[in-house]
């Protein structure tokens, strides 16, 4: 292994978005899926879980053989026995949060298609980290007489690994297409330590901490300089568009749903609770969970395809599909064996909802009169407005077709979600409050360049090129994007 000439020492923050689980594979009496925790009891995220997502995210712009992530990242070979050690260094990341406790747990439930009601022996749950959590995350580089030339390339790499996770292109860990693992990154610094010229770094790294007990950077050099400064990951990096041939485009939809009747999304009954069914909520806040809306979105979606005559969607609860010849649901949302192209993060509240508490008793069919002890009360959202994201990987134009029909169903107020749909619950109103398509001179629709559909880029960050719109409802989008409107217009639902 070659002579270690410097470091290249990466120090940010991660910010939970939204619940956020790291899991273990281990269980207890309280969940199915325990977070990860170091020695001390501790939340943190491992450096292992940090080191393959970034890797993931690289591997698939440029592909898993590209020289350099094999190079700085390490490698096996199995068949030749050769082996290299990483340059790269991910440190565990422990948990910065004054609440306690720092998770709750996440239920969730499979929902029969037939009868919209809870699939039996289909109940299971998550522990997670609550949203608003920081993570401090340290990226040690090192420099070698070896890699010294490719050492901006790779710096350039960990640039693009950040953007992407701080746009939420790739959320965290498990539970991802669920709602879970949407981060932000904060406070991204860079320090660079000269071990050849500069012995005083050396002695600094070996002997100081460059931290404080709040793991702020407090080091300076002998010369009173601070080590570390800005590192900034949303400029431009220009990149070979044939280095990226793995990477097509990506759709980032940013939108809110409001209230139209009386709404209850089910949280976990307990013998301490005043109510009976109550909204559910995560660090004492009203929310969403992805799932409970990614769920309607797919039974609206297979309503859709059949009525249009594929009859090859399947139940994936009660009758899935075999997973040689997935349907078209299943291609895009996913199903065990492959994950959804569509990811849905959490919906928070834009500000408190307004909660109102419902008493009903059941009713004797033969005397029509109540039941003795069969009162029950319910605490639902009366008048609240959620915001959340949604990432499509890659549309093609029936997928963009079948989100068109999606969101024209959730703007005309024809989607409920949740509990007591037939009592009048769950009727909901979707907006469109952004679109970003995220691109490359590369990307292409059904084999056709982005440009000819009349779509023209708007900034360019990082190594995308962006297509930003904050007004879709407006009539003059509809010139705009008139091409593309055609080509969706133009593809068949049912292929032959």
Avoid at 87 to 93: G, L, N, R, T
Avoid at 454 to 483: A, C, M, R
């Amino acid at each position: 292994m070659s002579e270690i000439e410097g470091k290249y020492i990466i120090h940010f923050k991660l910010r939970s978005r939204t619940n956020l689980h790291i899991g273990t594979g281990k269980v207890d009496m309280d969940t199915d899926a325990l977070c990860q925790r170091n020695a001390s009891g501790e939340i943190v995220i491992s450096g292992t879980t940090l080191a393959g997502v970034f890797r993931c995210i690289l591997e698939r712009l440029y592909g898993e053989s590209d020289p350099i992530i094999t190079e700085f990242f390490g490698y096996v070979d199995e068949q030749s026995s050769n082996s290299q050690a990483s340059h790269i260094y991910f440190e565990d990341a422990v948990i910065e949060d004054t609440r306690s406790p720092h998770t709750d747990i996440r239920d969730g439930i499979g929902i029969n298609r037939g009868y919209q009601s809870a699939q039996y022996h289909c109940k299971y749950d998550r522990e997670t980290v609550f949203k608003g959590a920081f993570f401090p995350c340290i990226i040690t580089v090192n420099l070698t007489a070896s890699n010294k030339n490719k050492i901006d390339t790779i710096l350039n790499y960990l640039r693009i690994c950040l953007y992407t996770l701080n746009e939420g292109l790739s959320p965290l860990g498990g539970g991802a297409s669920a709602g879970l693992g949407f981060c932000s990154i904060e406070s991204a610094k860079i320090c660079f330590l000269d071990f050849m010229t500069r012995r005083d770094n050396l002695q600094d790294f070996l002997l100081k901490d460059f931290y404080d007990g709040n793991n702020t950077i407090t080091l300076k050099d002998k010369d009173g300089n601070d080590y570390f400064q800005d590192f900034s990951f949303t400029s431009k990096i220009s990149v070979t568009p044939s280095q990226l041939k793995y990477f097509n485009y990506c759709v980032k939809i940013e939108y809110n749903l409001e209230t139209v009747e009386p709404l209850l999304i089910n949280g976990p009954r307990t013998n301490e609770e005043d109510v009976d069914f109550k909204f559910v909520t995560t660090g004492g806040e009203c929310f969403i969970p992805g799932s409970s809306f990614k769920g309607p979105l797919r039974s609206r979606a297979e309503m859709i395809l059949r009525t249009m005559g594929d009859n090859s969607i399947c139940d994936p609860v009660a009758n899935p599909c075999p997973q040689s010849t997935p349907c078209r649901a299943c291609e895009i949302f996913g199903y065990q064996g492959k994950k959804s192209s569509i990811l849905v993060s959490d919906l928070e509240a834009c500000e408190n909802p307004s909660l109102k508490y419902f008493t009903h008793n059941k009713i004797d069919r033969f005397t029509g009169g109540t039941i003795a002890n069969a009162l029950f009360d319910e605490r639902l959202v009366f008048n609240g407005t959620f915001k959340g994201t949604m990432v499509i990987d890659s549309p093609d134009l029936f997928t963009i077709r079948l989100l068109i029909h999606l969101f024209k169903d959730l703007y005309l107020e024809d989607i409920r979600m949740g509990h007591g749909k037939t009592n009048g619950y769950g009727k909901i109103k979707g907006k469109i409050t952004k679109l970003q398509v995220f691109a490359i001179s590369l990307s292409k629709i059904d084999r056709k360049p982005l440009s000819e559909y009349g779509l023209t880029y708007n900034k360019e960050e990082g190594i995308f090129q962006i297509i930003e719109i904050t007004d879709i409802y407006f009539p003059e989008n509809k010139k705009v994007f008139s091409s593309l409107i055609k080509a969706v217009k133009s593809k068949e639902w049912v292929y032959e």
